[in-house]
């Protein structure tokens, strides 16, 4: 039994010195295994970092280059809208510059108007006082010939009256002429 006994001891001996060593294996696999999977993960994680830094850096340079571009086009709109507000302002300037040109024409030809009305006014003044004139000498006229056709009856019938008077003078003349 003591040689059992020294057989279990040694056994268990055995067993504690496997056991410890199965323990130091188990510790350094699971060091290992650890230092692995730190390393991996270590790996991971400076693999995702490089792509997002490499991300990051495309993001920035398309958002850079996005902004470059919409400040170009901003620009170039800016540059057409200053461009176009130009245009609308020398336009406006030429149509002033007209309209003021054709309100003073419009006004000269008012003035212009203006007087020539007032002229041929007057002038029509003129004619019709000429004309109210020319009715009253011609009124004046008709009366007067009127007048002298009437006298002109008078000593008509009076030169008849004295032919009349004159041819029975001659008769009587020319008969008493006869009768001496």
Do not use: P, W
Not at 144 to 158: G, N, V, Y
Request: charged share 35%.
């Amino acid at each position: 039994m003591e040689e059992k006994n020294g057989n279990l001891q040694e056994q268990l001996l055995n067993v504690k010195q496997s056991k410890e060593e199965l323990y130091e294996q188990f510790v350094r696999s699971g060091q290992q295994q650890k230092e692995e999977y730190s390393s991996q993960l270590q790996q991971e994680l400076d693999s995702i970092r490089t792509k997002t830094n490499l991300e990051m850096e495309q993001l920035r340079k398309q958002t850079k280059e996005m902004f470059e571009r919409e400040n170009i086009i901003l620009q170039e709109s800016r540059e057409s809208a200053n461009s176009e507000r130009d245009r609308v302002l020398n336009k406006l300037r030429n149509m002033e510059e007209k309209y003021d040109l054709l309100m003073n024409e419009y006004h000269q030809l008012q003035v212009s108007s203006e007087s020539q009305i007032s002229d041929l006014q007057s002038e029509l003044q003129m004619k019709a006082f000429e004309c109210e004139r020319a009715h009253l000498l011609q009124e004046e006229r008709n009366k007067t010939l009127t007048q002298c056709q009437r006298e002109r009856e008078k000593f008509r019938e009076k030169l008849e009256v004295l032919n009349n008077e004159l041819q029975r003078l001659t008769t009587t003349k020319d008969t008493r002429i006869r009768e001496l």
